[in-house]
């Protein structure tokens, strides 16, 4: 959407300088009216931007704040792995971390957290490769799948993880696909546990961010201090 504002930016533009060098009322009413044309076509793209809806199948109500994706970003099936991603980053996680040695203040002045030091939606992995509606859960939000939720290790399809039930009867499962190293990127490492990123900084640790784990005997905790270049999936919210 920003780009068809800069396109339509970029065409008046030409039609001034147009104008100033051309020296020409004939070929100046020629050349408005090809760039009216062209502007009334972006103006019509731009209203279908504005228009389109938000893909919600993939999520699934709980009972809780925010409706939650049925599968990780990146995964074609529930029980998928899908894509890790080092935190506040939007590709899948490789060699280098780019935001290495900054501190949250940094990250702020980046522009890759705001002033509440949650990641913006520029850096959300999930509203980037999932659609505009979706993000990153923050920590509150995954303090509430814990808290009033019932969770079971179980296995499906061979793939161990966890199936949270939430208060209305629904469930999503989430599979234990375990964390990726930056720099080592074909390893995993903890395979039966399940490790989820949040949007939300650490309080305690400034090159750390929340994360939300399930372990294979059962326990599921937030996990306060997750270095940051590490490579986890995610589980989408949606607003309700």
């Given at each position: ?33 090809e760039?009216?044309a ?10 279908k931007?504005?228009?389109s ?90 303090c ?54 949040t ?25 306060q ?12 919210v949606?607003?309700?």
């Amino acid at each position: 959407m920003k780009r068809l504002f800069v396109v339509i930016s970029t065409i008046l533009l030409s039609i001034t300088l147009f104008a100033q060098n051309a020296g020409g009322q004939n070929n100046l009413t020629k050349i408005i009216k090809e760039k009216d044309a062209e502007i009334a076509l972006l103006k019509q793209q731009l209203a279908k931007c504005k228009d389109s809806k938000c893909d919600d199948s993939d999520a699934v109500d709980l009972g809780l704040s925010v409706k939650w994706a049925s599968m990780n970003v990146g995964a074609a099936k529930p029980t998928d792995m899908g894509t890790h991603f080092s935190w506040a980053e939007t590709t899948p996680v490789d060699e280098k971390y780019d935001y290495a040695g900054y501190s949250n203040s940094d990250m702020v002045r980046a522009g890759v957290l705001n002033n509440d030091y949650m990641i913006t939606a520029e850096h959300d992995a999930a509203t980037v490769n999932k659609g505009e509606c979706w993000r990153m859960p923050t920590g509150t939000e995954a303090c509430e799948l814990y808290d009033k939720c019932s969770w079971e290790y179980i296995t499906v399809d061979g793939v161990p993880g966890a199936k949270v039930t939430g208060p209305n009867g629904n469930s999503i499962f989430l599979p234990a696909v375990g964390v990726k190293k930056s720099g080592s990127v074909t390893d995993h490492v903890s395979l039966g546990d399940g490790y989820y990123w949040t949007r939300s900084f650490s309080p305690v640790k400034s090159d750390c961010a929340k994360s939300f784990v399930v372990f294979s005997d059962g326990r599921h905790v937030i996990h306060q201090n997750h270095t940051r270049y590490d490579g986890v999936v995610i589980r989408p919210v949606l607003n309700k």
